[in-house]
């Protein structure tokens, strides 16, 4: 157990719905990351929060956006789903920015879009 | 941008036997971290071994291992005395040393364990 909680585990929704997808990183760590596993894009890097900001984008498009809290558990928002939105949706996390630190995985949510 | 390729999709090992997982990777750093992590049939995603760029020593953990090669951009993994256990999908990923470090993966390799 990484300490990373991520809920719901599977979320089956229809085209053109929206969702959100909940992390609460480990207990201290201020940096939550967002990861998305596809068969067709592989694990891609999404979205960075650091203590409630964001920090770094990667690959997301705009129907998704994300947030973190001031209880630093974060959200990341699905919306306009299309069949290719099917995935697995990881969070990390990790203590800090910089420096040698780990990044945490939680056990994923897995989105299926029908 | 960083890039990071694993060229082979499967393999296999027989139990009990050593298996080499190859990853090249390519960058303009000169310090960063690499990593090997591991996807078994649950999909939690599980750190393997983290190696340092600066540190010339190559990482291992218990039957885990690495063969870094800064120069030639390469790292990869062997597992010695393969179990049953190790079957899953394995990727090699890269990370800045920077405050906005993703983690940059590879396509990912499926090893499967023979008994």
């Known amino acids: 157990d990484s300490g990373v909680t991520q809920t719901p585990k599977h979320l089956i929704t229809a085209t053109g719905q929206r969702v959100t997808l909940r992390c609460s990183p480990r207990s201290g760590d201020l940096s939550v990351y967002w990861y998305q596993q596809s068969l067709d894009q592989g694990l891609q890097f999404l979205i960075q929060?650091?203590?409630?900001?964001?920090?770094a984008k990667g690959n997301i498009l705009e129907r998704f956006s994300a947030q973190q809290f001031p209880d630093l558990h974060s959200e990341l928002n699905l919306s306009s789903l299309e069949l290719g939105d099917s995935a697995l949706y990881f969070c990390a996390s990790s203590e800090s920015l910089a420096g040698s630190y780990e990044q945490y995985f939680g056990p994923g949510t897995r989105l299926t879009v029908t | 941008a960083q890039t990071v390729t694993q060229s082979q999709p499967e393999m296999s090992v027989q139990e009990a036997e050593t298996v080499t997982l190859s990853c090249t990777y390519d960058?303009?750093?000169?310090?960063?971290?690499l990593f090997w992590y591991k996807q078994p049939p649950s999909r939690q995603m599980i750190l393997v071994i983290r190696?340092?760029?600066?540190?010339?020593q190559n990482a291992t953990e218990n039957r885990f291992s690495v063969n870094f090669q800064k120069a030639a951009k390469s790292f990869s993994l062997k597992i010695s005395d393969s179990q049953l256990g190790d079957a899953a999908m394995y990727f090699c990923a890269y990370r800045d040393t920077g405050a906005n470090s993703k983690l940059t993966f590879g396509k990912g390799i499926t090893l499967s364990v023979r008994p």
């Open positions: 960058t303009s750093e000169s310090d960063y971290y």
């Open positions: 190696q340092e760029a600066y540190k010339q």
């Open positions: 929060y650091y203590n409630g900001e964001e920090r």
